[in-house]
């Protein structure tokens, strides 16, 4: 078990730079999760802490001491990668051993970090199997093994589920999470997938285009997302974004007007905006109300969808413009050619400034 830290760390691939000053502090057992689009540096930030690729700039910490110099295996890191090829003649235990054996490890103790490491992720009774007689699950857990046996401080996962089905991808996920409390070490894991960052994650951390864009916990990161980027990022379906205007606002609160939603009065801190500054509107679908259409204030159902457990309402503002979506619990009153008032929940609404930051709420409104 180890913290990690990163100060001011850069990379750069023959002319381009992929790294751009990454600041982060990742605690001891801390389980921390990367997200953020296609090329954004997820892959490359984890490879950095794995020694995989050189720092081009900065300083990397774990346990306190600086490893930029050091090989991967001197790290006390085990990565887990998206492609985790097993060796397909060797046994489930031979596959585990490889890496302890390589590592010339007296033969007892591989036997003993093997048969440990087989008995958390419940591999026991499958040891002589090769990969071939494994299901996915269950080759997933030996690539998982491969990395365990060797007893790293850190444990890197980068997308360790994306080539799993669905239903095995949950069971998966319940796994790691089982796993990281048993364990208590440390985890860094990148993920494309929304549930899978939120439901394990201690700290998420939002990379864009190279840059951290926000560090926060699930609940931070939905609740108060600083940047509209992280607001339309994060949660799904994601939040629907209006233009509005600032029609008078101070340091105690603001009125903003948007089209079709009215005149509202905000709790944010609008003191250092001038009048009739642009702004975005954000709204997450269940944080919106329908209601029966009022004169102009009206949107029209475009489509509803039935999920079993929830409905979502497709609203058109206007012709041609972006849908806005609307989640509810199970209920069938609405339909598609319906005009409706939309009601959003005034202390569940973000406001964004021209530069794409969130607005404060206002101190005196602050809820403790
Ligand atoms: N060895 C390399 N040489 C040059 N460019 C690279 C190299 N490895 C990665 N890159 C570039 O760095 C950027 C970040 O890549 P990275 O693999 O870290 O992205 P990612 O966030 O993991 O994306 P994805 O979600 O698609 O896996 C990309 O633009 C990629 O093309
Ligand atoms: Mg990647």
Redesign the pocket.
Known sequence: MASVTLEKINKV??S?H?IKDVDLQIGDGEFVVFV??????????LRLIAGLESITDGELSIAGGVVNDLPPRERGVGMVFQSYALYPHMTVYENMAFGLKLAKTAKDTIEQRVMATARILQLEELLHRKPKELSGGQRQRVAMGRAMAREPRILLFD?PLSNLDASLRVQMRNEIARLHHRLGSTMVY?T?DQVEAMTLADKIVV?RDGRIEQVGSPQTLYQQPATRFVAGFIGSPTMNFMPAQLVRGDANGCRVTAPGLGELTLPQDAGGLPHGSGLTLGVRPEHLRLAEADGENSFEIVNVEYLGNEVYVYLEPKAGETLLIHRSEASDRWQTGQRVALIPDLAHVHLFDDADHALEIAAARRVA
Do not use: A, R, W, Y
Not at 36 to 45: F, V
């Open positions: 691939f023959g381009t992929i953020g689009p296609s090329g954004c540096g997820k892959s490359t930030l997308e990148v494309h990379l």
